[in-house]
């Protein structure tokens, strides 16, 4: 899987394939540049072939099989739809909704949501522990029965007081494309073994590496708001938009970054090629393969890598924001003239730095984590994909 500042499709393709307008906060995803391809013809032989299993376990040590509930939630050729707890795919309906107006998608992990089975999709797998998830069935602006999402960071969402997180996955026939993602907050620790072609562990989190991160989050002055209680801790970027993040936390060093680069080249290497940036006036102008440029960016722009930091599926401005969302959020503007670094141990070193993400990458066993949009920039995104699937597994680990 090449990094995302030299793929095509963003985590925004994502949200747009689940439904837009009708999601009910921003949902991101790590997904490959043909995992959004689907077609009738595909999704038959999917249903021919009876899915591809998947195993939830519950080793959390904290809370039951009987206190776990799963969801499968997601979209299939521009349909919102969900998996049932016999295994098939329906609709999402409005008239889904009960009388508390909420559906009931749950799928008790104690009976079948154990061993399920995945028909061709894009979507997320949510685990929710002790109470359900209220989610509800909306018409989107096309009038088209649509999902809305749980949003943990919103403090008047229903499912803020829900134990709950997810991974998130695309499969077709070109194999399974998934990652856990803590790119909106992190608050149940997950991990996602994939077999097929080669057997592959994503995702884990240290033993007591939940509240370390926690602790972690907390002790630093400007996030420490960002944790709430021992439920979640929310991204910076969510944050912010609540109250509970400073809005000019990154001025300074983007300040900086402006000042270097006004009189020093600023080299970005994608897979189009190498690009030469200089700040002119107020805008960072690269040339080289395509001459693209960039308004200097707001702390909430670093934060989502979006705004000024936008990054189309243009095969050149794209890459080039996305190498610039990693530099910003791993501090590493001003450590190297040279992006995207890729030696980790450079990274989140300066004082004003994403210590979110710094934090999440510290307790997963292997170092990956989606701690901002573009972590996958030089590979250190907790991200796997086979091309030839035949199991994946979901793991609840230990608190």
């Known amino acids: 899987m090449a990094p995302r500042h030299q793929r095509t499709v963003g985590r925004r393709t994502f949200l747009a394939a689940l439904g837009g307008a009708a999601v009910a906060a921003p949902v991101v995803a790590a997904i490959g540049p043909q995992a959004l391809a689907d077609t009738p013809a595909k999704r038959s032989a999917a249903a021919a072939g009876g899915g591809l299993p998947l195993t939830v376990v519950n080793n959390s040590g904290s809370f039951g099989d009987d206190s776990v509930h799963v969801y499968i939630v997601g979209n299939q050729?521009?349909?919102?739809?969900?998996?049932?707890?016999?295994?098939?795919?329906?609709?999402?309906?409005l008239s889904d909704n009960g009388a508390d107006g909420f559906t009931d998608y749950a799928i008790p992990l104690a009976g079948s949501g154990q061993s399920l089975n995945l028909p061709y999709m894009s979507g997320r797998i949510y685990v929710s522990l002790g109470e359900k998830l209220k989610l509800k069935a909306v018409a989107d602006g096309n009038g088209n029965p649509a999902l809305q999402y749980p949003a943990g960071w919103v403090s008047s969402d229903p499912n803020y007081p829900v134990l709950h997180d997810c991974v998130e996955f695309t499969y077709n026939a070109s194999g399974m494309y998934c990652n856990t993602t803590m790119v909106d907050?992190?608050?149940?620790?997950?991990?996602?073994?994939?077999?097929?072609?080669?057997?592959?562990t994503t995702g884990t989190v240290r033993d007591g590496g939940r509240a370390e991160a926690f602790a972690a989050v907390r002790q630093i002055d400007a996030f420490s708001r960002l944790v709430i209680d021992d439920t979640r801790?929310?991204?910076?970027?969510?944050?912010?938009?609540?109250?509970?993040?400073?809005?000019?936390?990154?001025a300074s060093y983007i300040d900086a970054v402006?000042?270097?680069?006004?009189?020093?080249?600023?080299?970005?290497?994608?897979?189009?090629?190498?690009?030469?940036?200089?700040?002119?006036?107020?805008?960072?102008?690269?040339?080289?393969?395509?001459?693209?440029?960039?308004?200097?960016?707001?702390?909430?722009?670093v934060l989502f890598c979006d705004g000024a930091l936008a990054a189309p599926n243009d095969g050149t401005s794209g890459p080039v924001a996305a190498v610039l969302g990693a530099g910003f959020n791993r501090s590493t503007l001003l450590s190297g003239t040279e992006q995207p670094v890729t030696d980790a141990s450079a990274f989140y070193l300066d004082d004003i730095t994403n210590h979110y993400a710094r934090a999440m990458h510290r307790v997963t066993a292997d170092g990956k984590a989606y701690g901002f949009a573009f972590d996958d920039v030089a590979g250190f995104a907790s991200y796997i994909e086979d091309s030839a699937p035949t199991g994946i597994k979901v793991t609840i680990t230990a608190f």
């Open 185 to 200: 907050m992190f608050s149940v620790p997950l991990s996602i073994d994939l077999t097929g072609a080669a057997q592959q």
């Open 233 to 250: 801790v929310v991204a910076p970027g969510h944050g912010l938009d609540a109250g509970l993040f400073p809005q000019d936390y990154y």
């Open 258 to 301: 402006w000042n270097r680069y006004t009189g020093q080249d600023l080299q970005v290497t994608t897979d189009a090629g190498r690009f030469t940036g200089r700040v002119q006036g107020d805008r960072l102008v690269f040339t080289g393969p395509a001459d693209v440029s960039f308004a200097k960016p707001s702390t909430r722009d």
């Open 77 to 93: 050729d521009g349909r919102q739809v969900r998996v049932t707890p016999d295994g098939t795919l329906a609709p999402i309906e």
